[in-house]
């Protein structure tokens, strides 16, 4: 452990990300930090918010969504403070499943691999349904399945033809989701506050929408227990800030900033979002049929604002589809080099670009075109769980890896005062980060919206296992050995 420099293996980990991978491509190497804070930005802000912040509301209820919205945030500054360590600790930063291997064991970051593969894989479905499901406003008399056909063409085309625009295209697609959730914020708050002057009929007060007729917790406080899964699949993308904030020049200063910084950032627009939707909007009115941002500006009465909202957030969809989808290639391709994937992934056209790879985690992208002929809204919730699920699965073993190598760091007399950053209160924030995300799993086995997630996730991480142990596992013991 430690310093040592990166194998050819590990170097090549470093595609894993859109960030990592620009910057070995040269996509971002120009960019200044702004780019890269807002890109990261651009990568947590996606449907988790937009669309499905709706069914933390009408399940959790309007006080339970805020509180649900802020044990996320919690979540989140435990794992970047552990991702922090790590990636200080090891040069390939943003490689979760190298830090799995090291610390844990090759099968453990053979499964993680995957399962970050299957997040943005499944996130990729979910943001073509959601964009499907936004497009009704305008046309509700075409299925929702159409739509998410023609947006699976277009990004397939885009990525299969040229990678060359994606940073920059990246930064304005999140200068554009920034801007409609600090919207939201600024007129919804205001509006709360008495100033509505466009508004139609009344509108309600602060807190008046905070009390039910069920009480605080319509759903009782089971409801918040439920929708953690999904909050934490609004969080998903999080890690990506770490990642960038590791492949500075000075890791040891620019990460707990950029953790600072990540955290302050997603409490204000996450948390401030979700406060004016649940006051604005009555629990029992909320759907993810239409973007609660969208009822939002609708109520305001802003002369064409909800469509101009409708218009962002589907392009904000889309651009973290294109994020997702160039995710799932570089992984695919990754995972290849390094021997834990067919051959075939490595593949490259004469662009550049993995091809086989693409097509292969288009399939995610597919898989919801299917799914959102047979039922769109409960598919969407269902696409979201798994995302979720494999979120918090990576989350699981950035925190697990984290913890045991610091005790094996320990264990071989490292001094701690010499590691450029240490994260806080250890072993707490490992053990707390862990325990949290395995009480939102067990969550979900009482929600009949999300229980898919555990009925394909387990069975899907089982399966890595096996197939490493099964393929792989004699190899790695060989090579332990030599």
Known sequence: MGHSSPTTAEASATEVLPGAAASQTGLRRSMEARHLVMIAMGGVIGSGLFVSSG???????????????????????????????????????????????????????????????????????SEFTAAGLLMQRWFPGVDVWVWCFVFATVLFTLNAISSRVFGESEFWFALIKVAAVVGLIILGGAALLGFHPLAEGG?????????????????????????????????????????????????????????????????????????????????????????????????????????????????????????????????????????????????????????????????????????????????????????????????????????????TFVKNGGDLSTLPYKAPFFPLVPILAFALCVVSLIGIAFDPNQVAALLFGIPFVGACYAFFYFKYGRRSKIAAAS
């Open 203 to 407: 509108y309600p007060s602060l807190t008046e929408n905070f009390s039910t007729d069920q009480g605080l917790f319509p759903n009782g406080f089971t409801g918040v227990f439920v929708t953690c899964l999904a909050v934490f699949y609004a969080f998903s993308g999080s890690e990506l800030i770490g990642v960038a904030a590791g492949e500075t020049a000075n890791p040891g200063a620019n990460i707990p900033k950029a953790m600072r910084t990540t955290v302050i950032r997603l409490m204000i627009f996450f948390v401030g979002a979700i406060t004016v939707i649940a006051a604005t909007i009555p629990y029992e009115k909320v759907s993810v049929d239409e973007s609660p941002f969208v009822t939002v500006f609708s109520m305001l009465g802003i002369p064409f604002a909800a469509d101009i909202m409708n218009f962002v957030i589907i392009t904000a969809l889309l651009s973290a589809g294109n994020c997702g989808l160039f995710s799932c290639a570089r992984m695919l391709f990754s995972l290849a080099d390094e021997g834990h994937a067919p051959k075939a992934f490595k593949k490259l056209t004469k662009r550049g670009i993995p091809m086989i790879a693409l097509c292969v985690s288009m399939l995610g992208g597919l898989a919801s075109l299917v799914s959102s002929i047979v039922a769109p809204a409960t598919v969407y919730l269902v696409l979201v769980s798994i995302a979720g699920f494999a979120t918090v699965g990576v989350w699981m073993s950035i925190v697990a890896s984290h913890f045991v190598y610091r005790r």
């Open 55 to 125: 069914y933390t509301i009408a399940t959790a209820g309007p006080l339970g969504a805020v509180i649900a919205f802020l044990i996320g945030a919690v979540v989140v500054y435990l794992v970047m403070a552990c991702l922090g360590e790590l990636a200080v600790a090891f040069p390939v930063s943003g490689a979760f499943h190298i830090y799995a291997a090291r610390t844990i064991g090759p099968a453990t970051g053979f499964a993680t691999a995957w399962l970050y593969w299957l997040c943005w894989a499944v996130a990729l479905g």
